[in-house]
């Protein structure tokens, strides 16, 4: 069974950088045809995607994060990870990782339990 | 950017009642579809994929349906493990949207 888990900060200072690591086990980062996304969930906002990266590392971003975030993955530990930079009070939010797939376009079928991010000066 | 409303904001029922759910997509996103049961403190689960697949293990008293702009989320016969806020989103391009949810409660 798939299973992903977001770790990292729950605390994070105005104007500094949010980064967040999603562990996958019983599976892997590699397969195709599959892809990983983070999302978030704010009261004010819903659910947002923020991005996605393939295995080959080709990225995919939010027009409106786009400017500030990076997504990138790491095969040999099973991994993937979000760097949000410039963060404001406006992303304060629930931080999922997710998998998508199988194929192009794709739904989110397998999803981490979340993760609590709260930035505050 | 391909907006996405669902409709009602909260729909309170009983258990046993058949319930819908309508969400609609500002454009065409043909059947490129998902529904998600979401519970608090939990992460969202897929049950309907391409507007009208069941997700395996989801129980079939949940159907899905429409195209193009409007779709459905159907519960036959709501059980009590059932209320809970429901959210569609469109993958009709890789600018993925989710609408705003819609909250189940209990009548």
């Known amino acids: 069974q798939l299973q992903l888990q977001e770790s990292g900060p729950g605390l994070v200072k105005t104007s500094e950088i949010l980064s967040l690591t999603c562990t996958v086990s019983?599976?892997?980062?590699?397969?195709?045809?599959?892809?990983w996304a983070w999302i978030r969930q704010s009261p004010g906002k819903g659910l947002q995607w923020i991005g996605t990266v393939e295995s080959s590392g080709t990225t995919y971003y939010s027009p409106s994060l786009k400017s500030r975030v990076t997504i990138s993955v790491d095969t040999s530990k099973n991994q993937f990870s979000l760097n949000l930079s410039s963060v404001t009070a406006a992303d304060t939010a629930v931080y999922f990782c997710?998998?998508?797939?199988?194929?192009?376009?794709?739904?989110?079928?397998?999803w981490g339990q979340g993760a609590l991010v709260t930035v505050s000066s | 950017d391909i907006q996405m409303t669902q409709s009602p904001p909260t729909l309170s029922a009983s258990v046993g009642d058949r319930v819908t759910i309508t969400c609609r997509a500002s454009q065409s996103i043909r059947s490129w579809l998902a529904w998600y049961q979401q519970k608090p403190g939990k992460a969202p689960k897929l049950l309907i994929y391409k507007a009208s697949s069941l997700q395996s293990g989801v129980p079939s008293r949940f159907s899905g349906s429409g195209s193009g702009t409007e779709f459905t989320l159907t519960i036959s016969s709501l059980q009590p493990d059932d209320f809970a806020t429901y959210y569609c989103?469109?993958?009709?391009?890789?600018?993925?949207?989710f609408g705003p949810g819609t909250k189940l409660e209990i009548k």
């Open positions: 019983g599976g892997s980062v590699s397969s195709s045809p599959y892809y």
């Open positions: 997710a998998r998508g797939g199988p194929g192009f376009p794709f739904y989110f079928d397998y």
């Open positions: 989103q469109q993958y009709n391009n890789y600018l993925y949207s």
